[in-house]
């Protein structure tokens, strides 16, 4: 089981969220990093993809339409986890991810969404 890698878009980076998720040996890559600020989301979703990464984002209406349209065509990508912007606390959303990346593999989110609000 491989263990999920993150890739943050730029509506959902924060400093702190990366850091304290890389400290707890999360693999995690920004849109900053990636040189990908002002890209269109569908470029985000691609690169992750190509790297094999899962993309999180505050973008839920943007991102939900492209998991539709991807699925409906066939395309594969890595896995997108969303989550409402500002109604989780840093601390909440790094809570939610270790949650969600001890208990999902690499395999089992490809293609998929799933909302941090579950978790």
Do not use: C, P
């Amino acid at each position: 089981m491989s263990r999920l890698r993150l890739y943050v878009d730029e509506d959902a980076m924060d400093g702190d969220l990366v850091r304290v998720l890389r400290s707890r040996g999360i693999d995690v890559v920004t849109a900053t990093e990636a040189g990908m600020i002002r890209r269109k989301d569908e470029e985000h979703l691609s690169l992750a993809t190509a790297q094999g990464r899962v993309l999180y984002s505050f973008n839920i209406r943007d991102f939900h339409e492209i998991h539709t349209e991807w699925a409906s065509t066939g395309r594969s990508y890595a896995g997108i986890i969303l989550a409402q912007q500002k109604r989780y606390s840093i601390g909440e959303q790094i809570r939610r991810l270790v949650r969600l990346i001890g208990s999902l593999s690499e395999e089992a989110m490809r293609n998929r969404e799933e909302f941090l609000g579950r978790w």
